[in-house]
């Protein structure tokens, strides 16, 4: 069982729609990640919020928004995605040594 | 920059037998830790083991052990007598800069244990 828990597990969206990923760990982790994997490669990072702020933007492009609204909760608002984007989400929680990932969202742009 | 390199993309092993799994990497960082991940088909990123750079002694998980070589930044993982539940991509990754630190994962090694 993980402990950081990512809504939904699928998710279908047109290159119109606004949706949100959600993420959710009880851990007691001040610092919340976003990954994107791609088929066959390793995650790549998106964002890093440290105590619920932003610290880490890596030059995402902005129909990618996050939000952490307090210390549990981590979104990733989609808008206006492109096919290239369908890939692998993860959402992770950690603090200075490791982190534990969710299971991951699997998103399809269509 | 900091790099983590996994030269084997795949590979193979016979049920209970003992498989190692290799990894580099290069950092400037003095202070630094490592770990093995493992992601099944199932997909979740699970913590196998972690090594902490300060530590000279080789980090041990039941059946999962390292080989850290500071020196020769390699860090090998080895699994002892092999389960058909270790099939899986394995990641070595690096991480610095404390929790704020990204990790940076290597491209990952696919392992199958054959019955």
């Known amino acids: 069982d993980t402990e950081v828990t990512q809504t939904p597990k699928h998710l279908v969206m047109g290159m119109t729609n606004k949706k949100s990923l959600k993420c959710e760990q009880h851990m007691g982790h001040r610092a919340m990640y976003w990954y994107k994997q791609k088929a066959k490669k390793p995650p790549e990072l998106m964002f890093v919020y440290s105590y619920e702020k932003l610290s880490i933007n890596e030059s995402v492009p902005s129909r990618f928004s996050p939000e952490c609204p307090n210390s549990s909760l981590l979104n990733l608002h989609l808008h206006a995605l492109q096919p290239e984007d369908s890939a692998l989400y993860l959402c992770?929680?950690?603090?200075?040594?490791?982190?534990?990932f969710g299971q991951g969202t699997r998103l399809t742009v269509v | 920059a900091q790099t983590v390199t996994q030269s084997q993309p795949e590979m193979s092993v016979q049920e209970a037998e003992t498989v190692t799994l290799s990894c580099t990497y290069d950092?400037?960082?003095?202070?630094?830790?490592l770990f093995w991940y493992k992601q099944p088909p199932s997909r979740q990123m699970i913590l196998v083991i972690r090594q902490e750079a300060y530590k000279q002694q080789n980090a041990t998980e039941n059946r999962f052990s390292v080989n850290f070589q500071k020196a020769a930044k390699s860090f090998s993982l080895k699994i002892s007598d092999s389960q058909l539940g270790d099939t899986a991509m394995y990641f070595c990754a690096l991480r610095y800069g404390g929790s704020q630190g990204n990790l940076i994962f290597g491209k990952g090694t696919k392992l199958s244990v054959k019955p």
């Open positions: 992770a929680a950690g603090m200075n040594t490791e982190a534990f």
């Open positions: 950092t400037s960082e003095s202070n630094y830790y």
